[in-house]
């Protein structure tokens, strides 16, 4: 896979242009929620403001998703689902990535 690394407002993001898909690793240790981060990198790949965005509970819990996710989980489980016109897929290990919805 090649790519790059680019600052897209306040998130660092590889992106693979064979995918045409961006990833970020979300930092379980860290005090930002895996929501807080998804909103924060669907922002900076379509350029919307979080707030001019569809509310994120709208699509899913994001308890739920917190718990489902958690790194005391299964390092296996991985989600996908359409959030703002993009495909967005997280892994229990923290690998977020977000490309076009097809």
Do not use: K, N
Not at 8 to 20: E, I, Q
Not at 52 to 69: H, K, N
Not at 73 to 92: H, K, M, Q, W, Y
């Amino acid at each position: 896979m090649s790519t790059h690394t680019d600052r897209l407002g306040d998130v660092d993001l590889d992106y693979d242009p064979a995918t045409d898909a961006y990833h970020v690793q979300c930092d379980w240790e860290d005090s930002t929620s895996l929501c807080s981060t998804l909103v924060r990198t669907v922002s900076a790949v379509t350029g919307q403001a979080p707030t001019a965005m569809t509310p994120l509970y709208s699509v899913f819990d994001p308890d739920a998703l917190e718990s489902l996710l958690a790194p005391t989980r299964d390092r296996d489980v991985e989600l996908s689902f359409t959030f703002e016109g993009c495909r967005i897929t997280i892994a229990g290990s923290g690998d977020v990535v977000v490309g076009p919805d097809e």
